[in-house]
């Protein structure tokens, strides 16, 4: 089973790299499923209705999200929908959406760090009580850890280590060099990496960037402009036991 992991889109730039560029890295790699973190796909913060159906008829399976995922308040009413859309598993059970679901016969998970990322439930506990409580056993169990602190996704990578196929970082939009496959059988990679406008800082506007740093004024920051860079790994899993055979970076620009 092939599976690949976009990075955070980022604004109508990212999007259109994924309409691009997914549909022929579905055939070129024969992809089983694609999944893409869209958090920051409607304007660089939030996802709406429309923004999430422009990446779903653009090749993507299952959209993935983290901190930003309240900020597009016209998609809460369909995060309890059909369309296949997750917020982080550790967020409160009383907030609208869910946390996983089941792509054929794989489990999807979204989790959120806590470490400089604000309030939620603990991610490793989430995890063993998710784990705990199926009822099937998935070919394969992919986690879309949305984080800040290396730490924190290294530390969840080691503990679902043989547990899941593969814990993949999203959140900081610089893709990390340290894909591989840990002892026990788990795909990990601190970050994943963005797909976004290369010149800029993390997808923004550089020089707004720049600004608000030297006067600490804060102000809504515009996507960046120019050369797009795509962030991805791909992930093949052994179906029958559920192990990572093999964890790639897949980048274009």
């Given amino acids: 089973m092939r599976i690949l992991l976009v990075g955070d889109v980022i604004g109508r730039p990212g999007r259109r790299a994924v309409r691009s560029l997914v549909p022929g890295l579905r055939s070129d790699l024969r992809l089983d499923l694609v999944i893409a973190n869209a958090e920051n796909a409607a304007g660089g913060k939030g996802l709406t209705p429309a923004t999430a159906e422009e990446l779903l008829q653009s090749g993507v399976d299952v959209l993935t999200s983290g901190n930003h995922i309240w900020a597009q308040k016209e998609i809460v009413p369909y995060l309890d929908g059909e369309l296949p859309i997750l917020r982080p598993l550790n967020y409160s059970p009383y907030v609208p959406g869910r946390g996983c679901l089941w792509w054929g016969k794989v489990l999807v998970v979204n989790l959120a760090g806590r470490t400089f990322m604000g309030d939620a439930d603990c991610p490793f506990r989430a995890m063993d009580q998710l784990l705990a409580g199926l009822q099937e056993e998935p070919a394969a169990i992919v986690v879309d850890f949305h984080a800040e602190a290396t730490s924190e996704k290294n530390a969840l990578g080691r503990y679902l280590d043989g547990r899941v196929s593969a814990v993949l970082g999203t ?78 970076r897949i980048d274009r620009e």
């Fill in 171 to 248: 959140h900081t939009h610089i893709g990390t060099i340290d894909a591989r496959i840990l002892p026990h059988g788990t795909a990990f990679i601190t970050d994943v990496g963005m797909v976004g406008p290369s010149d800029s800082v993390i997808g923004d506007d550089a020089k707004a960037v720049i600004q608000r740093f030297l006067t600490q004024i804060p102000h809504r920051l515009s996507v960046g402009e120019g050369p797009v860079l795509f962030n991805s790994v791909l992930v093949e899993v052994e179906q029958s036991t559920g192990r990572a055979i093999s964890i790639t």
